[in-house]
């Protein structure tokens, strides 16, 4: 025995690397033929909610009876439920890792905070970071202890830096998905950009506590795959699009004033705060994002990584080529990058 341990470790096979090891993802051509496994698999999470610090309902889903080593928690993004990332939670418990998700108040199952349902509202982003904290304190910790892994998409990646700059020691690893460091302003320039913000919603707050949606935004409505600046898997859109139909309570619909105001200054507080984030953390940026600002991802990179040489390697995101804001619900070879880099990176953590 002791000669096999010694040629093992000579040859170096003790330290195989994960990247050897293929990861399981489902394909496109499989969704259809593998969706009775998939719905088995979502019958065995578990289902609940709780009640916020002001008295919102927000809902969650666990599967952990795997008993798995190592637990993902999922923030997702602006609009979503945790009803929409049933094959991501499939993939990644066949990969070896339990997973938690979260509806953040004001969207998915989660309770609304305005009168009508259909505005996409916070007053504070810190509102989603207390929210997390308390539900990662009394319901996932218990399960999963300190082998927690964040992935967190879009507006999840705002939420998920501010929590990693407050709770610096609660995730062994991070990675953003698309991040909403910043919205994407289009050709308006931050410095008439901001101030409109800023101004439009001082002037609403004085007609009224229900927040008025931002300039062309409105109610939910369906928009058809053609055109769309999410994803380019034609079936996972439709999937999702189905979805929202078959569940209208998790419809929602444009941003307020007020949710728009709260991201311009959680993007300031995580430029503030950036020297406060040690965990390890990875950016996948969508090359062809126009929903948020790839320009501050970078800019985000370059600074963390002169303070913390262990995130952003090279100082810069991970750019997955040809794809659009939805890395984990685009065609099969963009999102099988965007897992395996994400694998990796928590293995490499681990």
């Not at 910790?141 to 507006?155: I, K, V, W």
């Not at 963390?304 to 040809?322: F, M, R, Y």
């Not at 999102?335 to 953590?349: C, K, P, Y």
Request: contains cysteine; aromatic residues 12%.
């Amino acid at each position: 025995m002791r000669f096999l341990l010694l040629l093992i470790t000579s040859l170096g096979l003790n330290s195989m690397s994960v990247t050897a090891k293929p990861y399981k993802f489902t394909q496109e051509h499989e969704l259809l033929t593998k969706q009775a496994e998939i719905d088995q698999f979502w019958q065995s999470g578990e289902f609940s909610s709780f009640k916020s610090y002001d008295q919102l309902n927000i809902h969650y889903a666990l599967f952990t009876k795997a008993k798995h080593k190592q637990c993902i928690v999922l923030s997702s993004g602006r609009s979503e439920s945790y009803l929409k990332y049933k094959e991501l939670a499939f993939d990644l418990q066949n990969n070896g890792y339990n997973v938690a998700m979260i509806d953040h108040r004001g969207q998915g199952l989660s309770q609304r905070e305005l009168e009508d349902n259909d505005k996409g509202y916070v007053d504070d982003f810190n509102d989603y970071v207390i929210d997390m904290h308390q539900w990662l304190n009394t319901y996932v910790m218990p399960e999963c202890g300190d082998n927690m892994y964040l992935l967190a998409h879009s507006m999840g990646g705002t939420i998920a830096t501010l929590y990693a700059q407050q709770f610096s020691s609660a995730f062994k690893a991070v990675v953003l998905s698309s991040p909403m460091i910043a919205v994407n302003g289009g050709s308006i320039p931050d410095w008439l950009g901001k101030p409109l913000i800023k101004t439009s919603h001082f002037v609403d707050n004085l007609f009224g506590d229900q927040s008025a949606y931002f300039f062309g935004h409105g109610p939910y409505q369906s928009k058809p795959f053609k055109g769309n600046d999410l994803m380019q898997s034609q079936i996972r859109y439709q999937h999702f699009n189905q979805l929202y139909q078959q569940t209208p309570e998790i419809q929602l619909g444009g941003v307020t004033l007020a949710w728009l105001n709260g991201a311009v200054k959680a993007e300031a507080q995580i430029f503030a705060n950036i020297d406060k984030i040690t965990t390890p953390l990875l950016v996948l940026q969508a090359a062809r994002d126009t929903v948020v600002s790839n320009e501050k991802q970078t800019q985000f990179c370059q600074q963390l990584h002169q303070l913390q040489p262990a995130s952003c390697p090279d100082g810069k995101p991970v750019v997955i080529e040809n794809a659009l804001h939805e890395l984990l619900f685009e065609q099969d070879e963009i999102r099988n990058q965007a897992l395996r880099q994400t694998l990796n990176w928590f293995a490499e953590q681990q």
